[in-house]
């Protein structure tokens, strides 16, 4: 029972703050996806009077990453006014420019705005469209999950660092006495820490394997009977077999961070 | 005979406070006994202490078994702890081990095998009269078996100085004999070097001893 409950006191934390960590990790994998998703389905429709390159647009707003320029031909043909071959050809002389704008990444409502307030500036664009049409509503619904989800993340860790700062002080009560014993005798830092060591690396090793399994069961049970969208198109993303090793360094350096500062504040009386 | 300690003009004291011991000029050598006594906060127990490193000189210069303590680096330090045996007047073993572990740390800590650690904790324990009780953790034992484990520790590794501080401070007479027959021995036998501090001198001892006083000024004067 002293055994069990001297390990679920620094494991207990620590998956507090694998957890966290890990939460963080598969958010941003299964954001990113939805962020290129939104951005995909936002486009930029740019009328101009003469012809202008993608120099020419970056020139006026560094976010614009790539243009297309749409071929009048295909604009008539639409417009069902490709019938009389020589009126077609006057058609299109007079037709102004059309570009198609995709922007270098996921930008949020108030960066769209200044795009098109610069890009407004010139003389040579007539007109400027923009396509988004749940564009906003998802784009401020995804914003408020992502601030929710990360002030969530954010407080678990807190609480996981002030549970192991506890823990520190109780391991400096339990093994003080042991290391300053040992220092007179001549004992290393290392030999002198080993025990503590050895059972902080443990319950590492345990901690990281815990969340784990959490994650893979997660992965496995609950994502796939889910009916949210962004999980189900990133099942992969929830849970990588790569992620038991970033779990388990960044277990272990909390707990080597954490045996440290208490040998090193171990005194010899 | 080589010294094992030698202190020229040694001044002792703790940070932001008065000087304890000062300028004490004294040589202890190979195989000597030596009492130091004096009154209750003279700086006894500072004096040892400054004899494995726990504190370092303000000035002077002190020398313990060939190594200046002045500005002695760590592992110079650790090895010369390796080699010494303390004996204090609260034990200082380690409650969750057990008498057999707490006995054998300092062959544990030179990383001697577990066969030796198990045959010097046998013979150790029987000549502290506690064969039988090596399974026992310190917290079941009397006070006075807990120091006479205390005594089998320092006598691990044989060590060329035994620094003990009031061992007999709070032990029954038995007990008090049988770690001051374990210390003479040793010094007899093996030439180890002995500094006890203690308050009081035991009526009866059988070998030879240097005795050295503190007075309340901090000054160390041997005693003839």
């Given at each position: 029972m002293k055994f069990i409950k001297r390990h679920i006191s620094l494991i207990f934390p620590l998956i507090a703050i694998l957890l966290g960590l890990e939460f963080f990790i598969v958010f941003d994998r299964t954001t990113d996806s939805f962020e290129k998703g939104l951005q995909a389905g936002y486009s930029m429709m740019v009328v101009s009077k003469d012809e202008m390159s993608i120099d020419d647009f970056k020139a006026w707003d560094s976010h614009i990453e790539h243009v297309q320029e749409l071929e009048k031909s295909k604009i008539l043909k639409r417009l069902n006014m490709d019938k009389d071959k020589s009126k077609q050809k006057s058609f299109e002389l007079s037709l102004p420019n059309f570009y198609s704008l995709k922007l270098d990444g996921y930008l949020t409502v108030e960066e769209l705005e200044s795009v098109k307030n610069n890009l407004k500036k010139s003389s040579n664009i007539l007109s400027i469209e923009t396509f988004h049409s749940t564009y906003q509503s998802k784009y401020e619904l995804f914003s408020f999950i992502k601030f929710s989800f990360q002030t969530f993340i954010i407080f678990m860790t807190i609480i996981g660092f002030f549970l192991i700062v506890k823990q520190m002080e109780v391991w400096n009560f339990l093994h003080a006495q042991r290391m300053k014993v040992m220092e007179i005798f001549g004992a290393s830092l290392f030999l002198r820490s080993k025990i503590l060591i050895n059972m902080a690396l443990i319950d590492a090793v345990i901690s990281a394997i815990l969340t784990s399994w959490l994650f893979y069961l997660f992965k496995n049970s609950w994502v796939q009977g889910s009916q949210m969208e962004i999980l189900k198109d990133n099942v992969d993303g929830v849970f990588k077999f790569s992620d038991v090793f970033i779990l388990l360094f960044a277990s272990i350096t909390v707990v080597m961070i954490a045996v440290f500062l208490v040998v090193v504040n171990v005194k010899e009386e | 005979m080589p010294n094992v300690i030698t202190a020229n003009n040694l001044t002792l004291g703790y940070e932001?406070?008065?000087?304890?011991?000062?300028n004490a000029n004294f040589s202890i050598k190979k195989g000597d006994f030596v009492f130091i006594t004096g009154p209750s906060g003279s700086g006894k127990s500072t004096l040892l202490k400054s004899f494995y490193g726990s504190l370092i000189p303000e000035s002077g210069s002190l020398v313990v078994g060939g190594l200046d303590m002045v500005g002695i680096n760590t592992k110079n330090l650790q090895e010369l702890r390796t080699h010494l045996g303390i004996v204090f007047q609260d034990y200082k073993l380690i409650n969750e081990w057990t008498v057999k572990k707490n006995v054998v740390l300092p062959l544990w800590i030179s990383g001697y095998s577990i066969e030796v650690q198990d045959t010097q904790a046998k013979r150790l324990l029987h000549h502290v009269k506690l064969s039988g009780k090596e399974e026992k953790y310190p917290l079941e034992l009397s006070g006075g078996e807990q120091q006479r484990v205390g005594v089998a520790r320092a006598l691990a590794k044989n060590p060329f100085l035994i620094l003990a501080d009031e061992p007999t401070g709070n032990l029954d007479e038995y007990s008090s004999n049988v770690i001051w027959d374990l210390m003479e021995n040793a010094c007899h036998q093996l030439e180890t070097t002995v500094v006890v501090v203690t308050h009081r001198i035991p009526m009866v001892f059988n070998i030879p001893y240097r005795h050295f006083t503190i007075d309340e000024n901090g000054s160390v004067y041997e005693v003839h």
């Open positions: - | 932001n406070d008065k000087e304890i011991i000062r």
